[in-house]
């Protein structure tokens, strides 16, 4: 079994930062994929980043050139620094997994709130 454990959400002002970490723990094996997508009420969940195991960054456009994501693989976590937050970035973000045979795996969610 596979867990992911998501950290660094919160309040914050519009302008403001925050990084969220997410930590693989468990049956890991071989990722392929890791990953952060998110979900406003009433809205449908999107993709926000991912980064590939060779290192291959993809971004929603709405956040390309504020929001970065990396990953350390010697740790198994993905990590989502978001600069010049705005109001619409409020949603829930969740931490994606996705092993190399195709196992997906999602993480609770962490609550993101850009408000002044």
């Known amino acids: 079994q596979v867990q992911l454990v998501e950290s660094g959400g919160g309040l914050v002002q519009p302008g403001g930062s925050l990084r969220l970490s997410c930590a693989a723990s468990?049956?890991?094996?071989?990722?392929?994929?890791m990953g952060w997508y998110r979900q406003a009420p009433g809205e449908q969940r999107e993709l926000v980043a991912t980064?590939?195991?060779?290192?291959?960054?993809n971004y929603l456009d709405s956040v390309k050139g504020r929001f970065t994501i990396s990953r350390d693989n010697a740790k198994n976590t993905v990590y989502l620094q978001m600069n010049s937050l705005k109001p619409e970035d409020t949603a829930v973000y969740y931490c994606?997994?996705?092993?190399?045979?195709?196992?997906?795996?999602w993480g609770q969610g962490t609550q993101v709130t850009v408000s002044s």
């Open positions: 980064v590939t195991s060779g290192g291959w960054r």
């Open positions: 994606k997994m996705v092993q190399t045979w195709g196992t997906t795996y």
């Open positions: 468990g049956n890991i094996g071989s990722i392929l994929v």
